[in-house]
């Protein structure tokens, strides 16, 4: 078994690696560029009913409806925030025109994913790639959507690997909850990415806002894709199975900056195995 400074020195290397791809972290904090589909449910060129014949994706597509009477238990690892070393998780906010996107600096790389895919075919590292957000929820559970699903993206660290994992955080409004500190974080930029391919403000989220979500929550884990173009089917997903509470108000300021819905609409399961991993 790997020791914890093994571990450490390994993510250390990692994070050299990806500050010398400096193109990349330029490329990042300009401001984003259009986007070619988009959440209207009636633009027959670039709305989601498009997508599947645009993009060509296979029959593993995200997201899908968790049905919890099918889902197969077994036994796995928490999800851990890690390197937990500065505090906070530093990056940049912007709005795409279809979705807030928080994008960490690149030395501040960080994963809840780290060693889960140890030894499995998805043997590989992951660092975190961004935060954005879907209202309603994307994933529903028992044919029952939230009103809101935070998407914690891992991305591979070795570019030759086209590899995904997404924790995926479900909410319900109750005004009776206290404020979540994630969505005031992300809230607190708000008049900067309030217009559609702003300039990245930068902002940094407490690493605790973060670990606080996933806790030692039991999670669902099935194979599937991204679920916006270009919908590649290439991801883990880990879906917390805790629903978590936030007010209304915060839920609601984030619904209101698209016109639309933005989750996609729940695609076929087929032939996948939904697992419940109990930590
Ligand atoms: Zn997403």
Redesign the pocket.
């Known amino acids: 078994m790997t020791s914890s400074v093994e571990k450490t020195m390994l993510r250390s290397l990692a994070s050299s690696a990806t500050a010398a791809m400096a193109p990349l972290a330029r490329a990042a904090s300009r401001a984003p560029a259009a986007q070619p589909w988009s959440w209207d449910p009636k633009d027959t060129v670039g709305g989601p009913s498009t997508w599947h014949a645009t993009y060509c994706p296979g029959h593993a597509q995200s997201p899908i409806d968790i049905v919890k009477g099918d889902a197969v238990a077994v036994a796995g690892p928490a999800l851990r925030l890690v390197p937990p070393t500065s505090g906070s998780v530093s990056g940049s906010v912007a709005n795409t025109g279809n979705?807030i996107v928080l994008t960490p600096d690149a030395d501040a790389k960080t994963s809840i994913v780290d060693g889960l895919f140890r030894g499995s075919p998805d043997d590989a590292t992951f660092s975190l790639a961004n935060i954005?957000f879907?209202t309603p929820a994307?994933h529903a559970v028992d044919g029952v959507l939230a009103d809101l699903?935070v998407?914690v993206?891992h991305q591979a660290d070795n570019p030759d690997v086209d590899r995904f994992a997404?924790v995926g955080l479900l909410f319900n409004a109750d005004d009776s909850a206290p404020e979540s500190p994630l969505l005031s974080a992300i809230l607190s930029a708000s008049e900067e990415y309030a217009e559609p391919l702003s300039e990245p403000t930068p902002l940094a989220v407490d690493a605790a806002a973060i670990t606080e979500l996933v806790g030692d929550s039991p999670y669902y884990a099935y194979p599937g894709s991204l679920?916006?173009p270009p919908l590649t089917e290439a991801v883990s997903w880990l879906v917390i199975a805790n629903i978590h509470k936030a007010p209304a108000w915060q839920i609601e300021q984030l619904t209101q900056i698209f016109p639309y819905p933005t989750n996609r609409p729940v695609q076929p399961v087929n032939d996948r195995v939904v697992n419940i991993v109990t930590p």
């Open positions: 979705q954005h879907h994307e699903e998407h993206v997404v679920t916006t």
